[in-house]
């Protein structure tokens, strides 16, 4: 048993490094999956309702929090450093974690938990099956605390904890390291909104007490048709919600026509103004260079016809749902390059380009 203890304590600390790394490398997405569980919590329990909803913006704290506790216990598990109080505090993060995604997969809420950021997807009953597998292992390691050694590996521990916050602060401060989201650079947007091949089907029908399974539909009349299953979910679309619209009327096609250069602006209650200066002289260099500035945004007309006169802001704006936005640019603004709708390059506010580099990127 204390070899499975032991084998349990490398399967937890790599799972954990592993889970960590990528949601530092995204903290942001982290944070819109914690504000979902708040909303979700404020909405099912009223008499909490305040408290919840006090969390939200907290929601980025919390992220990096937890994001950077996940690398730095799962690290401290494997070189043994203060075994005994790793192991608690891995207990306590677990059962929070198997709480959350139990909720979510019993209530049917906040469906994509985010335990592995945008890297894995896996359905709520799927991340559940997984915090209960490592609680069962880290309910070993608790229970074998005492035969573990403690080393003096503290500086190890120090480090990791420095160069994650650094990770979660580049990524705050510019954009995902590695982006794993669909309207990444090189993506193309329309392709992702088909089906990447045909999708098969496998049908299950009831006959006599017996369950039947066909991948052709059957003729079969007496058959009592129970479900559908589509077998390659692979190949169903990436991007399913991608619309652009105004007043006048859809205008998602028109923008994988030619060269366009939008301007992200997710909300106008927590956008950076003070970037908006150096974003408004690349859109009026850039128009008179083949390339079309355009504002995608999900606010209301009067609001952002406002905004876009105060910040003299002279481009063509349409609307976008916000949570899509909040998918495309982990910025407020940012800034989004397309080519005949393939992605070409894409910018936080601090690292907004000149207009040369824009253009040199659609030649």
Not at 202 to 207: L, P, S, V
Request: glycine share 6%; net charge neutral.
């Amino acid at each position: 048993m204390k070899i499975f203890a032991q084998i349990s304590r490398v399967v937890v600390g790599l799972l954990f490094i592993f889970s960590g790394i990528i949601k530092l490398n995204d903290p942001i997405g982290t944070q819109y999956k914690l504000e979902e569980y708040f909303e979700v919590f404020a909405t099912d329990l009223p008499a909490l309702h305040d408290f919840f909803m006090g969390l939200v913006p907290l929601a980025l704290y919390f992220s990096v929090f937890l994001c950077t506790a996940e690398v730095v216990l799962g690290i401290a598990l494997l070189v043994a450093y203060k075994p005994k109080t790793i192991s608690w505090l891995l207990l306590a993060i677990i059962v929070f974690f198997t709480f959350l995604t139990f909720y979510s997969a019993y209530f049917n809420k906040v469906t994509d938990c985010g335990c592995f950021g945008a890297a894995i997807k896996l359905t709520p009953w799927t991340s559940f099956g997984k915090d209960i597998f490592l609680l069962v292992l880290i309910l070993v390691i608790v229970y074998y605390r005492k035969k573990f050694k403690s080393y003096p590996t503290g500086i190890i521990v120090v480090i990791s904890t420095l160069v994650s916050l650094g990770v979660a602060v580049y990524a705050l401060r510019h954009l995902p390291i590695v982006d794993l989201l669909p309207y990444r650079v090189g993506a193309s947007i329309p392709a992702q909104m088909k089906n990447s091949e045909p999708l098969r089907y496998q049908y299950i029908f009831e006959k006599d007490g017996k369950t039947l399974e066909y991948e052709q539909y059957p003729s079969d009349t007496t058959l009592k048709f129970k479900e559908m299953i589509v077998l390659n979910e692979d190949a169903k679309p990436k991007i399913t919600d991608y619309k652009v619209w105004n007043d006048a009327g859809d205008f998602t096609e028109g923008t994988f026509q030619g060269k366009k250069l939008f301007l992200i602006i997710k909300s106008l209650t927590d956008i950076n103004t003070a970037a908006l200066p150096d974003i408004n002289k690349l859109i009026n260099n850039v128009k008179g260079k083949g390339v079309e500035p355009i504002i995608l945004t999900s606010g209301n007309s009067a609001d952002i016809e406002n905004f876009l006169s105060q910040h003299q802001l002279t481009a063509p704006y349409y609307y976008v749902d916000a949570t899509v936005l909040k998918t495309i640019s982990r910025s407020n603004p940012g800034l989004w390059l397309l080519k005949d709708g393939i992605v070409k390059g894409k910018w936080h506010y601090n690292d907004t380009p000149t207009a040369e580099e824009v253009v040199g990127l659609v030649k």
